[in-house]
């Protein structure tokens, strides 16, 4: 069985690319999903590290429910490298575990397994990756895609493209297979693109 991850900037393409894999048979897990549990799981340390924070912003952490507001986060997390950094060492190793049990349970099912994951390069399962598809976009495509698909302020957007602004250099170091993937084209072209990798 092999394992490979399909990375790239924020909205380059990546769910088009773990669909069309999908339906190739590969078992497929987008780490954006597995963050969004682990913010959840570890609500109280977030509260604890950010919460100071979002009072002095008036912004408030939590939804009427109880859970974590994801994009009130985003306007405290995104806001510095060092944020950012916190928020990685609270998640990431609850991100990594489920990751590593998606992995072993599909692995024994006898299904290779995909890796859906911007900043997988931050996380420990990246040693055990095969192949990596690096997927790429323009950023005024990416740009409309966010306007479009989130509904997020363009300071925001700016501010997130700019933090992912030499993600390739973060993966290209690695010691495994990559490939990149241009995605200003068709599905049908883009497919063909990826099935061509995966079958070598």
Do not use: W
Not at 76 to 85: D, K, L, R
Request: include cysteine; charged fraction near 30%.
């Amino acid at each position: 069985m092999k394992l490979y991850a399909v990375t790239g900037p924020m909205a380059a393409g990546k769910n088009v690319v773990c669909s069309i894999l999908e339906e190739a048979g590969f078992a497929c897990v987008d780490a954006d999903v597995l963050t969004h549990k682990a913010v959840e799981i570890s609500k109280d340390k977030i509260i604890e590290t950010f919460g100071t924070e979002a009072k002095q912003k008036n912004i408030s952490l939590l939804n009427k429910d109880g859970k974590i507001n994801r994009r009130s986060l985003g306007q405290i997390v995104f806001t510095s490298p060092e944020n950012i950094a916190k928020q990685e060492q609270i998640i990431h190793p609850i991100i990594s575990k489920m990751m590593d049990e998606f992995i072993e349970e599909n692995f024994a099912q006898g299904k290779n397994v995909v890796l859906n994951a911007t900043v997988l390069y931050k996380i420990e399962t990246i040693k055990r990756v095969d192949t990596i598809i690096f997927v790429t976009a323009s950023f005024c495509k990416r740009f409309f895609r966010v306007l479009k698909r989130d509904n997020i302020k363009v300071k925001q957007i700016l501010q997130r493209f700019h933090a992912q602004k030499n993600l390739f250099t973060k993966y290209k170091f690695l010691n495994t297979d990559i490939y990149k993937v241009n995605n200003n084209v068709s599905i049908k072209r883009l497919r063909k693109k990826i099935l061509k990798i995966v079958q070598k």
